[in-house]
């Protein structure tokens, strides 16, 4: 705690110039380190760690209402501190997350390996989806946010191929023999399109819509940040827009990890989630405080396998690279991904990785690299198939006769999750 303490203070003094948008971008990211120590069932260590760090915040910026929010859910899920007035103070203040309800420490699904309570209303087995039973495949719909940067504001910040690879993604999931996604169920977000603000909306989409019988996919192709250079972790997602310059314009325009990952516990209520981030590319230093590459961190990944039917593929470990290559047109562990899923359309994820694990380990090996994806699942009961066809008939029918905005109205509140309050 003294040393997390140390970092939060640390952070503060950074905002002593007297300048409050500086202040305030540290606040932000005062706030991302506290949610980062949120989890289903927290460390009574973790939770203090995460009072200081959002009290700092606070301090750095005292408009900042979601830090007076967080502190106030943060103090009642411990049971001390004064909740009601944090409460209180973030309500002046107009915090989003108030608006929004959000909850750290509130998973979407049951938690992994918690058997699934029948749909609300419903008079006989029959009735249950065969999608709520996580060790069978099938799915009603499919939904999938697919993002790819390859041209930043930033020109220093551009890669080669990752457009391609979304666009290819994008493509091979709307294709009706190996993705079996219908188009519109398939957002894709590139290069200038893809914004803090856009990719946000993304992933709210992507929540709104996904039920607990569907299928939900993300993949993200673009730079992963780390704040130090000590600590291992993707702990921001570069946006087309983002500004890296200064710690203070990454904490702004950045799209937190933590961020991301909330979305995906928290929000998405489909029993079968799949994760794929290829959010490390090689780049060394583009800024005086910010270095790329930074792989995907242990911590990112046991957050986002909280609940059920979460599996995750990320294109490398440790501190290695997502490399591109020319005679691909396609970063490495892209390409021999859609491979996978071409030739092993009807495999679960866990097998897509073994292929795609040998053959990016053996290519990489042959230039000279080391890259090793990384695949890890919240429970080894469900049973995920990306290539599965919906198995719904009438919901096929419903998307085609009901107006999206009242099909997203019944899924929201009509037909609500059995296992949320």
């Known amino acids: 705690m003294k040393r997390l303490s140390a970092l939060a203070a640390a952070l503060v003094a950074m905002a002593g110039s007297g300048f409050a948008q500086q202040g305030c971008a ?21 939770l203090a760690n995460g009072i200081v760090f959002l009290k700092q915040a606070e301090e750095a910026c005292d408009e900042n209402g979601d830090a007076w929010y967080y502190r106030s859910v943060f103090e009642r899920q411990m049971g001390q501190g004064n909740p009601q007035y944090s409460m209180g103070k973030a309500r002046e203040r107009g915090s989003k997350a108030l608006r929004d309800a959000e909850d750290p420490f509130r998973l979407a699904t049951p938690e992994r390996g918690v058997a699934i309570a029948p749909r609300a209303g419903a008079v006989d087995k029959k009735s249950v989806r065969s999608a709520q039973d996580v060790r069978k495949p099938d799915v009603s719909q499919k939904w999938a ?48 399109e893809a914004t803090t603000v856009n990719i946000r909306a993304g992933l709210e989409w992507l929540a709104q819509r996904a039920s607990p019988d569907d299928l939900a996919l993300i993949y993200i192709a673009t730079h992963g940040t780390a704040r130090e250079q000590d ?138 690299w080391k890259q090793h994806p990384i695949y890890s699942a919240s429970d080894d009961q469900s049973a995920v198939v990306i290539g599965i066809a919906p198995s719904n008939p009438a919901a096929w029918l419903w998307q085609r006769l009901v107006p999206e905005p009242v099909a997203w109205a019944m899924r929201r509140w009509v037909y609500p999750s059995p296992w949320r309050s």
């Open 26 to 46: 540290v606040s932000k990211d005062l706030v991302v380190r506290a949610l980062e120590l949120a989890s289903a069932h927290p460390k009574r260590d973790d």
């Open 145 to 192: 946010l697919v993002v790819g940067i390859a041209n930043f504001r930033n020109a220093r910040l551009n890669l080669k191929y990752t457009d391609k690879d979304a666009d290819a993604v994008a493509q091979l999931l709307r294709d009706p023999v190996y993705g079996h996604f219908q188009a519109d169920h398939v957002r894709l977000i590139e290069n200038a």
């Open 231 to 368: 600590i291992a972790g993707a702990n921001y997602v570069l946006a087309s827009d983002s500004d890296v310059e200064t710690e203070e314009g990454l904490y702004s325009t950045a799209i937190p990890m933590v961020e991301i990952t909330t979305v995906i516990r928290t929000r998405i209520r489909a029993l079968k989630v799949v994760v794929i981030l290829d959010t490390c590319h090689s780049g060394g230093a583009v800024s005086k405080t910010v270095t790329i590459p930074s792989s995907v961190s242990a911590e990112t990944v046991e957050h986002i396998k909280e609940g059920t039917g979460r599996v995750i593929l990320a294109a490398s470990q440790g501190e290695e690279s997502s490399y591109e290559v020319a005679k691909y047109g396609h970063g490495i562990f892209t390409y021999y991904l859609l491979q996978a899923l071409r030739q092993e359309k009807d495999s679960s994820v866990d097998r897509i990785y073994q292929y795609v694990n040998a053959h990016v380990a053996q290519d990489a090996a042959a230039n000279g």
